[in-house]
């Protein structure tokens, strides 16, 4: 037997010793994903975990040290244990992004363990608790987006200036008596039934001359001395090989140090099916001299152990290991990668309340233009219920307004079709379609009619009552008067969206009313003493009716309304079904929810979440965007205490006598009959240009643009499809990546049929469903960007997408940036710059955007057709003589870097509040087709709202940032710098000259870019004249993430 | 105990618990495959208070090598299996879930885990209706298992108990079922745990 020759062989000679295997259960890397997403976020601090450390069980493996689900409890609330789990103390380091893993410095970390276990002998904490002795070491990058986990386990083994050397060792059974044998094996067995011992893995062996054989614990060594007794020093071995475990190392160490024992005699306990086996066991003896210096303040021993690592070789480069936790549990897998960017807001910004989002019943009253994007938004906040009300069908016209649509559609109910488009992107969600008009205000209703529409008020009775929110998407006035009463009634969140040609209103309802306390009977009192206050005492807020003076009668038919809804521009329902959802989430968050004031913008909140405004009204055209704050009128015809406590009185008769009898509610009310178009109540404060409805749009200039889109994701998709709402008929995409699960509910246009195709392609189909005439390219190519240096062999590749990416820009008339790192943008923008072509690009923030058209190239200084000579006559004005608009680059003072594989996992995945994307790609698009329209094109020079002067066109600013939580839009001017990395003559002057050369050098160095433009020599006059430029980066840097 | 749903081939949640500890009992002084550990009685209470009657038979950390199966292993090979034996309520009836991982803790698939099986194990699974595998919520861990289907299973068990005198049967019944399963997932069931009614044997601590 091997095993026999091994232990027999007798020189004295360097120990060797077993490695420890290490079985890391899939269980606790899921434990640890779960634990990082939902509690550790960015935190990368050491954890402390538990391992589980046991004798060799069977005779032809080595025990496995054990990591498993209950590894990850905190050490003060696991007392997870048993004989062959012995709890060893370790610590886990968990990185937030791959280079962070790889640069993590091993040898140093393991001495920094070493050194905790070298602390623990010198102290005699080993002696209370013998496991660290065994203390271990995991590092790990924990891959949330990928389910993958990347680690290797370390058992640090002090190394000292003096070795151990081995003088003999042998089998237990050739040692030992045969009385022996058989009494420490019954001691063994009583050690291992007892629950307090039997976790302990160190431990002393008293053999007295009369051969009886007692196990002690290391505390009682003082007991185990003299009386002729042999002392052998016990441990439990995992191995199953001739030579002890790795255990040993340690524990000689300590005898050594400890008790300052140079020969150790020790005893390498092993099992077979429960039970000890004294055949296998190992008894030996090891010298280890004492070493020098260890017991000094500051000393650091050398230390070995990580897994693959042996003893006297020189440590090379490790392997991490991989562990893939997809295989855990599919099914629950794609709903928790659809949640996964709500809990990382939870990193950084606020904990999402998902059970209650999971939780809400939504009811969308429409499942058109606004129904079609809040249904969307809804689900991706993690909505899982809705409810979706509708009459009418899916028509062609439609379908590049309606984003869940496609061509199959047509002619369908649109609250059947719905239902499979939601579902394909959220399996889980759960959508009920109702096929129902909403009873509306209308008079002039047939008495054969009336019970079918009583029928229907109850059902929309019934249907609010069982929902917890109800969205107003139906787009006609009279329509919103009963909804608006029975969520008053029944004191339910109301959402109301409104929109105009160009404007938008957006608004919660108030809460019901409370009512006065005065000893009636509550159920009286619901009816007869209603406060003007709500249940919380405070004003209600007004509802829809409430600031208008009139009852419209049938703007169906004056065609106020319904003239403005059919013609609105496109981008503003995106805009506007955004910021509703936004409104719903930030009031589910709001610890009053219905009840909570009105923020006006502009004031201060201690509320993390931001402002939660009563309404908020915005112009597209004039990007404008304010907040009103009214309270509920006692003269209101929806919510007015007069109407509830009627209609509680009267219930559906006072409702049909309301819709038919078209003067009984302004009586019930007393307001006085003042007819006012529906527009001016959108328009209160945002005053409609009396052009707007007749604004010129060139579709023909609309359909040739070609337009180049950089990036089909979030953005992407949307700017795709707002496009083609616009007119826009030639579009080339260009993505590299492919769809995945995640992508389902935010990037608008795919569905779970797309998996794993790339999206250059995927979102072709999705066009054409769409808009059949579109004549639409996808292609799939990675964008080179500075700061990620190419390898020789990539070079080639890297090289020829720099030529395409060329030939794509000049080919196209606009291009589009909207990828995600800032990094990307570099390339399309100097070439755009260069060509002089519109360049627009939208970033986003986590809550705040940024939409800019950059501004147009240099003309030169001599017109000389000659390109060299024109290199070097670059002027600082465009070819219109012109002041040149800045470009996204140039307010950097820095050139533009990696900026993802040092971050953490909420930086790399762009996360954003749901909404934000919608509305940063309808100002994106909108900006467009003002810029198209606008005489002098890319040379338009910037305007600033409310200070230039407008064209028919309304407002053609340079740049828009808006914040969410600030309810802010800007428009911003900023002129090309000289020192921009992208857009600067510096620069362009240099492509000219050396074309792709120059690109390939800035990729592999961007700082190249710095020396080029001045901004290194900036930076030092800077630095010295300690101006503050920081701000203004971190601003920057926050708009792109 | 009652025998008369054993006759119809299911079993009683008294009468699993029964078994089950009896066949914990004996499997400790049979002779079983070095690679095989332990029988043990998971107690687990959903209410969070853990009864003797609520619980699952567990065999963890079977040990298997892929490829020759007698070549002396390294560690960093091997396959380890848990197996545990679950009481369906709906069925009446055992259930084995069971799952396999790397020594490393990467959790096997269902066609690593076939390239584990003997043969006849292969061939069993291929033929016989009741015994496919498919993989199941485990209902005791929020986690699909694999598990083998308990729809066939108190047909099958009606003809192996018959023979069977009564009052042995409901002890009886574990082992017999496992002789079948075991050999479905590659289990070595020794055939003394079987033969529990030729041997004379009485509970007790050895």
Not at chain 1, 95 to 124: C, P, V, W, Y
Not at chain 1, 134 to 157: C, E, G, M, Q, T
Not at chain 2, 26 to 34: G, M, S
């Amino acid at each position: 037997m091997a095993a026999r020759a091994e232990a027999a062989a007798a020189a004295p000679r360097p120990l060797q010793a077993a490695a420890i295997g290490v079985c890391a259960e899939t269980g606790f890397w899921d434990a640890l994903r779960r634990l990082k997403l939902d509690v550790l976020g960015t935190d990368d601090s050491p954890i402390p975990i538990t391992g589980y450390y046991t004798p060799r069980q069977y005779e032809k493996i080595a025990s496995l040290f054990r990591i498993c689900p209950e590894s990850i409890l905190p050490p003060s609330a696991n007392s997870f244990g048993d004989r062959n789990n012995c709890p060893v103390p370790g610590t886990l380091l968990n990185t937030n992004n791959m280079r962070g893993f790889q640069n993590l410095d091993r040898a140093l970390l393991l001495k920094a363990e070493a050194k905790k276990i070298l602390h623990d002998i010198k102290s005699g904490k080993v002696e209370e608790n013998p496991a660290l002795l065994l203390r271990f070491l995991v590092i790990s990058f924990a891959d949330l987006k990928n389910w993958k986990v990347y680690y290797n386990v370390a058992f640090p083994s002090l190394i000292f200036d003096s070795k151990i050397t081995l003088l003999s060792l042998k089998l237990a059974s050739q040692v030992l008596k045969q009385e022996e044998a058989t009494s420490l094996s019954n001691a063994f067995t009583e050690w291992r039934k007892s629950s307090e011992t039997t976790v302990v893995p160190f431990f002393l062996i008293n053999i007295s001359p009369d051969s009886s054989a007692t196990i002690r614990q290391l505390k009682d060594w003082k007991a185990c001395q003299g009386n002729g007794q042999k002392l052998l020093f016990g441990f439990y071995d995992h191995g199953n090989r001739g030579f002890p475990g790795w255990a040993l190392r340690n524990y000689i160490a300590f005898v050594s140090l400890r008790w300052k024992i140079e020969k150790v005699h020790f005893f390498c306990y092993r099992e077979k099916r429960g039970r000890p086996d004294i055949q296998q066991s190992l008894v030996g003896e090891a010298s280890f001299p004492a070493p020098h210096g260890w017991d000094e303040r500051d000393y650091v021993p050398e230390a070995i152990g990580w897994e693959g690592e042996t003893a006297g070789k020189e440590s090379k480069e490790m392997k991490p290991k991989e562990i893939d936790l997809s295989s855990i549990n599919p099914a629950s897998q794609d709903e928790e990668k659809q949640l996964m960017h709500l809990k990382l807001m939870g990193w950084r910004h606020f904990p999402v309340n998902l059970d209650k989002l999971a939780g809400v019943r939504c009811l969308l009253l429409g499942a058109g233009t606004l129904g079609c994007e809040v249904a969307r938004l809804l689900m991706t906040w993690g909505v899982r219920k809705l409810t979706v009300v509708d009459d009418g069908c899916v028509s062609m016209s439609d379908l590049v307004k309606q984003s869940l649509y496609t061509d199959k559609d047509c002619g369908v109910p649109r609250v059947t079709a719905i239902v499979p488009h939601l579902k394909e992107r959220c399996s889980a969600v759960e959508v009920e379609g109702i096929q129902m008009g909403i009873p509306k205000l209308e008079y002039n209703i047939s008495a054969s009619k009336i019970s079918s529409i009583t029928d229907d008020c109850k059902r929309l009775q019934t249907l609010v009552d069982s929902n917890d929110v109800v969205f107003l998407l139906n787009e006609t006035w009279e329509g919103m008067w009963l909804p608006t009463l029975l969520c008053a009634d029944k004191n339910k969140i109301a959402i109301t969206v409104l929109l105009g040609y160009d404007n938008y209103l957006v608004m919660r309802h108030g809460a019901g009313p409370g009512t006065k306390s005065g000893g009636m009977d509550e159920g009286i009192a619901q009816i007869e003493n209603l406060s003007t206050q709500d249940a919380l005492g405070r004003q209600r807020l007004g509802c829809c009716f409430c600031s208008d003076t009139t009852s419209l009668v049938n703007s169906d038919h004056n065609g106020a309304l319904d003239q403005q809804s059919a013609v609105i521009l496109p981008g503003l329902t995106s805009v506007a079904s955004g910021k509703a959802v936004e409104l719903f989430a930030r009031m589910l968050h709001h610890p009053d929810e219905i009840h909570a004031p009105g923020d006006i913008a502009g004031t201060d909140t201690e509320h993390q979440l931001g402002l939660l405004p009563h309404q908020m009204q915005g112009s597209l055209s004039k990007c404008v965007l304010s907040t009103v704050l009214c309270n509920s009128s006692s003269n209101c015809i929806a919510c007015s205490n007069a109407v509830l406590s009627e209609y509680r009185r009267r219930g559906f008769d006072f409702v049909t006598q309301a819709i038919t009898c078209p003067t009984y509610l302004k009586d019930l009310t007393g307001i006085s009959d003042l007819k006012k178009p529906f527009a001016s109540k959108i328009s209160a404060s945002i005053p409609v240009s009396k052009t707007s409805a007749s604004i010129p749009v060139n579709l023909e200039k609309l359909s040739s643009a070609r337009c180049l889109l950089l990036g089909a994701g979030t953005l992407g998709c949307d700017v795709a499809r707002i496009l083609m709402d616009c007119g826009v008929r030639k579009l080339t995409v260009v993505d590299s990546g492919r769809v995945v699960v995640s992508n389902l509910a935010r990037q608008s246009l795919y569905t779970s049929d797309d998996r794993d195709s790339p999206k250059a392609s995927a979102i072709l189909g999705r066009l054409r469903e769409r808009c059949p005439s579109v004549d639409a390219k996808g292609i799939k190519m990675e964008i080179p960007m500075p700061g990620h240096p190419v390898s020789p062999n990539e070079a080639v590749s890297v090289l020829e997408d720099c030529k395409r990416l060329q030939e794509l820009v000049s080919s196209h008339d606009a291009v589009f940036l909207l990828t995600d790192t800032r990094e990307s943008r570099w390339l399309p923008t100097l070439l755009c710059a260069n060509e002089n072509k519109i360049a627009i690009t939208a970033a986003l923030g986590y809550d705040s955007y940024l939409v800019m058209r950059h501004g147009a190239g240099p003309g030169t200084n001599c017109g000389s057709p000659d390109v060299v000579a024109a290199a070097d006559t670059l002027s600082a004005e465009d070819v219109l003589g012109r002041q040149r608009l800045g470009c996204y680059f140039c307010n950097d003072v820095v050139a533009p870097v990696d900026s993802v594989s040092n971050r953490t996992l909420d930086q790399q995945c762009t996360v954003t509040r749901p909404g934000l994307a919608s509305i940063t790609s309808g100002c994106a698009a909108d900006l467009f087709t003002r810029m198209l329209h606008h005489p002098d094109g890319i040379h338009a020079p910037g305007e600033i709202a409310g200070t230039s002067s407008e064209g028919p066109l309304g407002l053609l600013p340079h740049q828009i940032r808006g914040s969410l939580s600030q309810y802010n839009l800007l428009t911003l001017l900023g002129y090309s710098s000289s020192n921009c990395t992208a857009c600067s003559n510096a620069v362009l002057s240099e492509y000219r000259r050396r074309g792709m050369d120059f690109v390939m050098q800035v990729i592999n160095e961007p700082t190249y870019l710095e020396d080029l433009t001045g901004l290194t020599d900036l930076m030092k006059s800077a630095a010295y004249s300690q101006v503050e430029w920081i701000d203004e980066v971190d601003d920057d840097d926050e708009m792109d993430i | 105990m009652g025998g008369s749903s054993i006759g119809e081939g299911t079993l009683s949640l008294g009468d699993f618990v029964a078994s089950a500890k009896a066949l914990i009992e004996k499997w400790k002084v049979i002779d079983v495959e070095d690679s095989l550990p332990d029988w043990q009685w998971k107690p687990c209470g959903k209410t969070g208070v853990p009864s003797e009657e609520e619980g699952y038979l567990a065999l963890e950390g079977v040990y298997r090598n892929p490829g020759g199966r007698h070549a002396q292993s390294s560690s960093e090979s091997v396959h380890i299996y848990d197996y545990h034996v679950v009481y369906s309520f709906s069925y009446k009836v055992p259930v084995l879930y069971f799952q396999g991982h790397q020594a490393g803790g990467q959790l096997l698939t269902l066609d690593e885990i076939k390239e584990d099986l003997p043969s006849h194990s292969l061939k069993l699974l291929g033929e016989s209706k009741w015994t496919f595998i498919t993989r199941e919520e485990h209902p005791h861990f929020s986690r699909p298992w694999f598990t083998l289907h308990p729809c066939g299973t108190s047909d099958c068990m009606k003809l192996l108990l018959e023979g069977v005198e009564n009052k042995d049967q409901h002890v009886q019944y574990l082992p017999a079922w496992l002789s079948v399963v075991g050999q479905a997932v590659g289990l070595k069931i020794p055939l003394e745990l079987y033969e529990m009614h030729h041997v004379s044997w009485k509970p007790g601590n050895n």
